[in-house]
């Protein structure tokens, strides 16, 4: 969670003013619901990588979190790309490397732990 709220600290005062602004799609959700939205999917990565911290150890579950732990900074980075930077290119370039990353996390993970794969 700690380490989840760096990307916090250089998105919440963006909220306001320069992501007010942007263009964005309907779909889109209404600014109260990013904090409790974030601390869930934060929570969730946490108990995921106990999960495969805690598990047999094995060359699958070494590779796992080393998948997890390259997600989890690209998450981070992420934030500070797009709110701190305003580079909302770059951020879609970064994003679609995270979510490969993601991928990764999640195929190398359910060999090694089920809960922490659907986590």
Known sequence: ???????????APQIANWYAHLNKPFINLPNGLFAPVWTFLYASMGVSFYLLWNSAASPKKQKAILLFVIQFLLNIVWSFIFFYLHKTGWAFAEILLMRLF???TIIYSASVQKWAAWL
């Open 1 to 11: 969670m700690v380490l989840g709220a760096a990307g916090g600290i250089v998105t």
């Open 102 to 104: 993601i991928l990764l």
